[in-house]
């Protein structure tokens, strides 16, 4: 079975901190994606990956980077944390078109 | 632009009855899969059926099943024999497209 972790289910941090959301595969997935999830919003696209240090911008990159270094994991990072980055950030891998996702980490940024 | 609509924010089915969740989409590949996703409360996402465009046969797994019409670019999703652990957010896509519709969240009632 795919496997698809993440570093933490629950993080709080504080405005202004910089943020690591860590996401590993085990299934030699060559794509990797970042969403988030906000009630009534449902999954909006932040970064995608489809090879080792290469990055796509998805639909809301803003505030957001990311780094993968090796194909197993998939690095998002808040820069500067702010209130309205709090959310549910998910991770998936996929080789085509069907994506695994991670169990997801809540984030609350106070 | 490629887009997924789910049209039913929210629905609600009696334990043992038949619901059925709409999705429509638009995109211009000619070769493409389509997926709804599962997320229970708290837990993983997870695959429920997936389709393939150019097979003309609807999918079916156990209760789940689809009503694809491929011109009307519509992927519906039914569920029977509704159990309480069907109650979740359920989210469709389309082919390549990294966008989730909006999701629908189904409440089963005892």
């Known amino acids: 079975d795919v496997k698809v972790t993440q570093s933490s289910r629950y993080l709080v941090k504080r405005t202004g901190e910089k943020v690591f959301l860590e996401c590993v595969q085990d299934?030699?997935?060559?794509?990797m994606f970042w969403y988030r999830q906000d009630p009534g919003l449902g999954l909006r696209l932040i970064y995608f990956s489809y090879d080792v240090k290469m990055k796509e911008k998805g639909d809301i990159p803003e505030g957001y980077s990311v780094s993968r270094e090796k194909k197993e994991r998939f690095s998002l990072i808040l820069e500067s944390a702010s209130t309205n980055q709090t959310s549910m950030y998910l991770c998936?891998?996929?080789?085509?078109?069907?994506?695994?996702f991670g169990p997801g980490t809540r984030l609350t940024v106070t | 632009a490629q887009t997924v609509t789910q049209s039913q924010p929210e629905m609600s089915v009696q334990e043992a009855e038949t619901v059925t969740l709409s999705c429509t989409y638009d995109?211009?590949?000619?070769?493409?899969?389509l997926f709804w996703y599962k997320q229970p409360p708290s837990r993983q996402m997870i695959l429920v059926i997936r389709?393939?465009?150019?097979?003309?046969q609807n999918a079916t797994e156990n209760r789940f099943s689809v009503n694809f019409q491929k011109a009307a670019k519509s992927f519906s999703l039914k569920i029977s024999d509704s159990q309480l652990g069907d109650a979740a957010m359920y989210f469709c896509k389309a082919g390549n497209m990294l966008t989730f519709g909006g999701g629908t969240r189904l409440m089963v009632k005892p």
């Open positions: 998936a891998s996929s080789l085509e078109s069907e994506q695994y």
């Open positions: 389709q393939e465009a150019y097979k003309q």
């Open positions: 995109t211009s590949e000619s070769d493409y899969y």
């Open positions: 299934m030699d997935h060559e794509n």
